[in-house]
């Protein structure tokens, strides 16, 4: 069974950075594409930045040179560090996994976790 926990989530000042993580496990965490996606209050989910074919990563527009997906296979952990935090990027932070690379079509993703909140404050 594929279970993915997040964590990391919290509340931070616009400018401030926030590392979140997500744990894979039930299985081959090496075999599986993986993305971040969030969701605000009152909009639909999007993409944030995830795997793409041929080991290649691809990012929302809007998150470009401020976050960086990342992952370390020997832990089955997937990472996000997101730098210079803005109020919008407030929102429920998921992790997602599949066997296929589908980059931020989010709905193409067979298996979630729970989310982690991140708050930015003016």
């Known amino acids: 069974q594929v279970q993915l926990v997040e964590s990391g989530g919290g509340s931070v000042e616009s400018g401030g950075s926030l590392r979140l993580s997500c744990v894979g496990s039930?299985?081959?965490?090496?075999?599986?594409?993986l993305g971040w996606f969030r969701q605000a209050p009152g909009k639909e989910r999007e993409g944030v930045a995830a795997?793409?074919?041929?080991?290649?990563?691809t990012y929302a527009d809007s998150v470009k040179d401020r976050f960086k997906i990342s992952k370390d296979t020997a832990k089955a952990t997937l990472y996000l560090q997101m730098n210079n935090l803005k109020p919008e990027d407030s929102a429920i932070y998921y992790c997602?996994?599949?066997?296929?690379?589908?980059?931020?079509?989010?709905?193409?993703?067979?298996?979630w976790g729970q989310g982690t909140q991140v708050t930015v404050s003016t």
């Open positions: 039930g299985f081959n965490f090496g075999l599986y594409c």
């Open positions: 997602a996994a599949d066997k296929y690379c589908w980059g931020l079509a989010d709905h193409r993703y067979n298996h």
């Open positions: 795997d793409r074919s041929w080991a290649t990563t």
